[in-house]
Each structure stands twice: as C-alpha cells, then as structure tokens.
C-alpha cells in the first residue's frame, strides 16, 4: 500500500483557506476508524492565514503531520471533503438585497412568500392577544357588578 503525509495531502485541496476545517475533518476520520493514519514527530504550517478581530496582521498554525495509507477508500473520502470544502460555507447566506434579487442569487418569490407568512403569524399572534385581553376584561367587569 503507498503512503501519504498529511502535509502533502493539503497541498491538494481546492481551497487552502479551509485546510484547518480539513484537519479536523481528517482527524475525526482517523478517530472513528474510516482512516489508518498515526501521529510523526514533524510539524507543519497550514496554508490558510488566520486573522485576529480587530487587527490587519496574519499568522499561520502547525499542526503535528500524520501518516496514512492511500487506499480508494480514502480516495473517495477525499474528494467528497473536497468538494464540500470548495464550496462556501455551510452558515454563508445571501443577504436579501436590490442587487442580489436582481442578479438571481435569491428567489423573489420565496422571499416574498416568506415574508408574508411572518406578517401572518405577526397579525395572528396579535389578534389571539387582543382576543385573549377582551376576555379577561368581561370577566373582572363582571366581578365588579357582582361586588355592588
């Protein structure tokens, strides 16, 4: 069976700004069993530069390189992380502007139709604490007649 590195196997993917995410992807595989890999002495940098809030400067991370066997198992895994890291992230939403509505990125008439079940839900909620008020105020007007 070939061997691999960690380090070089990160080289390969299509975006290096997310090799921590596969890091600890990768780390997660071996913990569970669906990667053979052990721990190397060395250590290497990842590619991805990290930035703190508020600051303009960057700086990078090593982690401890690892060992695996290349097996079409792995080959397999690989390109679905891959893949799945290419694309943006899983939080990353398109923001409900002139622009974005314009260019395609959002459905209007999902948003339009979302819009109007949340101005529905708003009035019903409205209405059933209005209701529930009128209710309320019969019955303390009639504890008050009964006390004269």
């Not at 995410?21 to 053979?36: L, M, P, S, T």
């Not at 600051?55 to 079409?72: G, H, L």
């Not at 891959?82 to 948003?111: C, H, M, Q, W, Y």
Request: no cysteine; aromatic share 8%; glycine share 4%.
């Amino acid at each position: 069976m070939p061997y691999a590195k960690l380090s070089e196997q990160i080289q390969k993917l299509a975006n290096p700004q997310r090799s921590d995410a596969f890091v600890k992807q990768f780390r997660n595989a071996v913990r569970e069993g669906d990667i053979e890999a052990a721990d190397l002495p060395s250590r290497f940098t990842l590619p991805k530069q990290f930035s703190r809030r508020g600051q303009n400067e960057t700086y990078q991370r090593d982690v401890k390189d690892m060992v695996f066997e290349v097996t079409p198992a792995f080959e397999k895994w690989f390109e679905s992380i891959n893949s799945e890291l290419a694309t943006n992230r899983r939080g990353a939403k398109v923001k409900p502007t002139l622009e974005n509505i314009e260019a395609g990125l959002i459905d209007f008439k999902e948003l339009a139709a979302a819009t109007r079940q949340k101005m529905e839900a708003s009035y019903a909620k409205g209405q059933t604490l209005g209701n529930s008020r009128k209710g309320a105020a019969k019955k303390t007007t009639t504890k008050r007649a009964s006390k004269k």
